[in-house]
């Protein structure tokens, strides 16, 4: 069953809920993530190059610090588990900041479902315990996961730019941190 009109729809029968069962005028007041993707098909705005130089064997963070990379995921159905995961933090960021070569990131993204907007991503770094920079960047109109990766995505591929040893990367996001590495 397709939820698109019949032309982009592949000789699928259509859902009951399917855009080529709505008349003209139905079409034509519709707003939503479905009509800007039936809009939207015609007009591929990407490209995608598979042989991408930031592709290649040895560029990846794991083929450069296979050994260096831990999660530490916090338990959030106890709050004595996630107070204990609070103060490991506090604890980590107080200790990253007698470091000149540590790096502290934390990141977030957003995306508002009620209006048809680009979800953001956000991200402020941390260094010898002051914010050195923070940025906020539109990540197009996508999932909040996907938000997510691409704020860490960015993050990473600054903190590495610098001359630091250690990243700590403070993140609501495991699944997306995960996807970055590939885990």
Same mark, same amino acid.
């Given at each position: 069953m397709s939820l698109l009109n019949t032309r982009n729809s592949k000789?699928? $029968?259509p859902h009951p809920q399917s855009l080529a069962l709505l008349n003209d005028t139905q079409c034509t007041h519709l707003k939503? +993530? #479905?009509?800007?993707?039936?809009a939207s098909l015609l007009n591929p705005t990407e490209c995608?190059? +598979?042989l991408d130089a930031e592709a290649t064997p040895g $560029? @990846? #963070? #794991?083929d450069s610090f +296979? =050994?260096?990379?831990s999660f530490y995921p916090c338990n959030h159905s106890s709050l004595n588990d @996630? =107070?204990?995961h609070l103060k490991s933090l506090d604890y980590l960021c107080l200790k990253a900041s007698s470091s000149s070569s540590t790096l502290v990131v934390v990141t977030d993204a957003s995306a508002i479902s009620l209006r048809n907007m680009q979800a953001i991503s956000v991200a402020q770094f941390w260094r010898l315990g002051y914010q050195m !920079? !923070?940025?906020r960047a539109l990540a197009g109109r996508t999932t909040v996961p996907d938000a997510e990766l691409f704020a860490i995505r960015l993050d990473v591929s600054k903190a590495t730019s610098m001359d630091i040893e250690c990243i700590i990367l403070i993140t609501d996001s495991l699944g997306s941190a995960r996807r970055l590495v590939d885990l």
């Open positions: 000789g699928t $029968c939503g +993530p #479905l009509q800007n993707t039936e995608f190059n +598979p $560029c @990846r #963070l #794991l +296979p =050994d260096h990379v @996630r =107070d204990a !920079s !923070s940025f």
